[in-house]
């Protein structure tokens, strides 16, 4: 069956690096002061919301067809042995995944250095079946709840099928128990300048002006046990969040540097009970937009990456912004690459303020993969 003999569903499949949601929720239960884990039931309604209005759509036409959960996990025995009950979290757990119809794959965890335990596979495993069920059963949208830069060839190949893409990205830190160093969840700048709808959903949970929203408290388990995500706002329609209008949390400072090691062996405490589920009415009148890419990727040329690299930089000073994502943009410097820049990197700015062609002053530099950067971004008032 093709797109255009469809319904006019859009057709939505999820994929969670089960690591990197664990550590999230983590973050969220043991450091935030929300106190709570991440729901799944309630991200997934969050997600129906925020693609509806990306999509130029309605909630109730966005379903989530097709979901899976991969991590790895320790064998029975290794599990029976270690600290906590960490067979019966696990299994907690699971009951979750299976009552909002996610499909989990685990992979065993492989032994590394000092005895530690370490993933190895899963994210392979991970990009072959996105891929695959995307093919066979051609999602409208994909949602990555993902961090790492190695899914951009996924992404790539994502957009080859005319399927749009979604990157949930958090950039979080707090401090290590037993580490000198700031423990640290970020997620990949190129892996969202690749996506089709970035959201930085640390921005959007720490923000004043979503701080009583339904939908974006319901992505955390009810304290009180009422299912407050499921009400929905009587008499105003609910307007999914956007970076535009939202401002930046005073008390957030979070630094993108590298995720803490694996933790795999730590107690996966979530204690989450599972939520019934929405049922919706598909109306067949509303139209809903379709893309198709038609063409093949175009890899970079290393070579030619190395050497620009290498060169010095110009003494270029002043830019114009030409583009803006959630929480991050680009800058035109005259240069044959655009200049990236976060809302850190900005200087007596506020992000918010920013529009797309305002003339700002600047500092270039490269990270260390050799892109360009600008750093102590600051507006200027023709």
């Avoid at 067979?87 to 996610?102: K, P, Q």
């Avoid at 240069?335 to 303020?353: D, R």
Wanted: net charge negative; aromatic share 8%.
């Amino acid at each position: 069956m093709t797109k255009g003999k469809r319904s006019q569903l859009t057709r939505v499949g999820v994929f969670y690096d089960g690591n990197y949601f664990w550590h999230v929720s983590t973050f969220y239960y043991q450091h935030h002061e929300r106190k709570s884990r991440l729901s799944v039931g309630g991200l997934h309604r969050f997600l129906r919301y925020q693609i509806a209005q990306m999509e130029a759509t309605q909630p109730e036409l966005c379903k989530i067809v097709d979901a899976h959960y991969f991590r790895g996990r320790l064998s029975a025995s290794e599990a029976a042995k270690a600290a906590g009950d960490v067979l019966f979290y696990e299994r907690l757990f699971d009951d979750v995944l299976n009552a909002e119809g996610v499909t989990q794959h685990h992979l065993p965890l492989s032994r590394a250095g000092k005895g530690k335990k370490k993933e190895k596979g899963v994210d392979v495993l991970f990009a072959l079946e996105a891929y695959e069920r995307a093919l066979h059963q051609e999602f409208d949208v994909v949602v990555l709840i993902a961090a790492d830069g190695d899914y951009i060839p996924l992404v790539k190949k994502l957009h080859a099928l005319g399927t749009r893409v979604m990157v949930l990205g958090w950039d979080l830190e707090h401090d290590g128990e037993q580490k000198k160093e700031p423990t640290t969840t970020y997620t990949s700048f190129e892996l969202l300048e690749e996506a089709t709808y970035p959201v930085m959903m640390n921005e959007l949970i720490d923000s004043r002006a979503y701080r009583s929203d339904p939908i974006i408290n319901g992505l955390f388990v009810s304290k009180n046990g009422a299912d407050d995500r499921l009400r929905d706002t009587k008499g105003r329609p609910y307007q999914a969040p956007t970076a535009r209008t939202r401002p930046i949390p005073e008390s957030t400072e979070v630094k993108p540097v590298e995720d803490s090691e694996d933790e795999s062996e730590s107690e996966t405490k979530i204690a989450e009970e599972p939520q019934p589920k929405l049922t919706m009415t598909v109306q067949e009148s509303l139209p809903v937009p379709e893309v198709k890419v038609v063409g093949k990727i175009q890899l970079p040329d290393l070579e030619e990456h190395i050497k620009r690299a290498s060169e010095p930089l110009p003494e270029i000073t002043e830019g114009y912004i030409n583009a803006l994502k959630a929480g991050f943009g680009f800058i035109d410097v005259g240069m044959s690459e655009n200049a990236f820049f976060h809302y850190k990197s900005l200087s007596g700015t506020v992000f918010n303020n920013l529009s797309v062609g305002d003339h700002v002053e600047l500092e270039l530099d490269r990270n260390e993969k050799g892109q360009l950067i600008a750093k102590n971004v600051t507006l200027l008032l023709d």
